[in-house]
């Protein structure tokens, strides 16, 4: 954030460090603009309003992952305020303040690869300096469910609007989650403890739904919870104690000397709203109105940029077959890459681009294999295997369905031709049908089909075989 250390996850420990994050003396920060763009692009994304002037500030505190007895941060003039998240669920979850501030350096209390260090710590301070926001909401979120749901959407705004990577293992995201009860009916929600860093989703819904119960306990026996800081076991499920909370004046926040007031120039909101893409709850809409999806297959496939573009990309190819590329993208494309271990995003990406290997195959090629099936000339079966055969060939899925022998026969006077001979060869079925037992006219089809050895389009040689007999 403040200097030009490389921001990488997994380098050597303390491998990218550098006298201004390691809090040399003398060394001065100086604030790196393209996070500071990245940071207004995001609030703009969440519907905050950025404000043209704020101020960094020094939070003190001492931590041995903390070099310089500080960390840079923004108090009381943060970058961004107000905005809200939309919930899948409907509602909205509204946006306290987004702050620009550096990481801080990350404690090892085991050698990496090695064992434990009874007793002792490392510190690794290549995160350190690392360019962060922190996005705070107002204490509105009412249940686990929707804190998980709230930050599923914030990650995928993150990846849409390329201010993060959102890679939580890696630290990329992280969650701190307040809570706190109020009897059912009041207003004033009562004292809250912090469960800090969470980092994935299910952990957060766990650590709250342990958190709930336990203030619940605590209150049942009319006992008072303790403000204070908690983390949070994954193997157990349950929080412990850290800290007791600090307050804000612990932290003996004031101005930071070394760095002048972030002021935004004229135009430079503006640059970033403008390079604002379409956003997921907006395309999210766009493909329920515009290709007929119902409200969770739109979600599914608005759930990334790389799906979204890669499915669009398809339709344009295919414009008729919206809703049917729809499924085959959710089952068949997502199960091939899957089978073939290509990550998900990466794949779609490079399909969309041309590319093999690592690749889903291209959407024009799908749409091409979606457009025989609808026209009747490949069976759903038979497609599938078009699918596989297609994905890293240069073959067209045409010459392949012909090469495969697997065109269904629409071709009215050999379908007739089927037709005749079937009734001919089957009078019992035939006089059953006209009988009334409609059920013969499967058995009838799966002549024709016979016949045909298996090339018969199914619906046509039926509609035949109905008027024949009729
Ligand atoms: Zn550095």
Redo the contacts with the bound molecule.
């Keep these: 954030m ?4 490389e921001n990488r996850f997994g380098a050597e420990p303390n491998e ?7 809090g040399y003396p003398g060394a001065l920060p100086v604030t790196n603009q393209h996070a500071v763009d990245l940071a207004i692009r995001l609030a703009l994304a969440l519907g905050c309003k950025v404000r043209p002037r704020s101020v960094f500030a020094r939070k003190n505190y001492f931590y041995p992952d903390l070099p310089k007895g500080y960390q840079i941060s923004q108090y009381d003039e943060p970058l961004a305020k107000g905005g809200a998240v939309p919930l899948p669920s409907g509602g909205n979850v509204r946006l306290h303040r987004i702050h620009l501030e550096e990481d801080a350096g990350k404690l090892l209390h085991e050698v990496p690869g090695g064992g434990p260090l009874p007793g002792r710590s490392l510190v690794d301070f290549n995160r ?2 690392v360019p962060l926001v922190e996005i705070v909401t107002e204490p509105e979120i009412r249940s686990p469910e929707d804190a998980q749901a709230y930050l599923q959407t914030l990650h995928q705004v993150l990846l849409y609007t390329d201010a993060s990577d959102g890679n939580m293992e890696e630290g990329s995201l992280r969650c701190d989650a307040n809570l706190s009860l109020r009897p059912a009916g009041s207003d004033t929600l009562g004292t809250k403890t912090e469960v800090k860093n969470l980092n994935s989703f299910r952990h957060v819904a766990k650590a709250l739904e342990y958190e709930r119960e336990r203030q619940l306990h605590i209150l049942a026996a009319g006992a008072r919870v303790e403000q204070e800081t908690r983390s949070f076991d994954p193997a157990s499920g349950a929080t412990r104690s850290l800290r007791s909370k600090e307050e804000a004046h612990d932290y003996r926040y004031f101005p930071e000397p070394d760095l002048s007031v972030l002021v935004l120039a004229e135009g430079r909101i503006e640059r970033q709203a403008e390079v604002l893409p379409e956003l997921p709850w907006a395309k999210s809409a766009r493909f329920r109105d515009s290709y007929g999806l119902r409200a969770e297959e739109a979600a599914l496939l608005s759930g990334s940029v790389a799906l979204a573009t890669y499915y669009e990309r398809a339709v344009a190819a295919h414009p008729a077959g919206a809703r049917s590329i729809a499924n085959w993208v959710m089952t068949e494309i997502l199960r091939e890459l899957k089978e073939r271990k290509i990550p998900r995003d990466a794949g779609l990406l490079a399909g969309d681009s041309g590319g093999s290997g690592k690749a889903a195959i291209p959407p024009d090629r799908l749409a091409a294999i979606v457009a025989l099936v609808d026209s009747g000339e490949l069976s759903t079966t038979a497609a599938k295997d078009v699918l596989s055969e297609a994905w890293d060939s240069e073959e067209t899925p045409d010459r392949i369905v012909d090469r495969l022998g697997l065109r269904q026969v629409r071709d009215d006077d050999q379908l007739e031709a089927w037709a005749d001979a079937a009734i001919a060869a089957n009078g019992k079925a035939a006089d059953e049908y006209r009988g009334g037992r409609k059920q013969a006219l499967g058995y009838l089809v799966g002549q024709v089909m016979k016949a045909s050895r298996g090339s018969a389009e199914p619906r046509a040689a039926q509609e035949i075989l109905r008027r024949k007999l009729a």
């Design positions: 403040f200097c030009r250390c990218l460090v550098c006298p201004v994050c390691l350190c300096g």
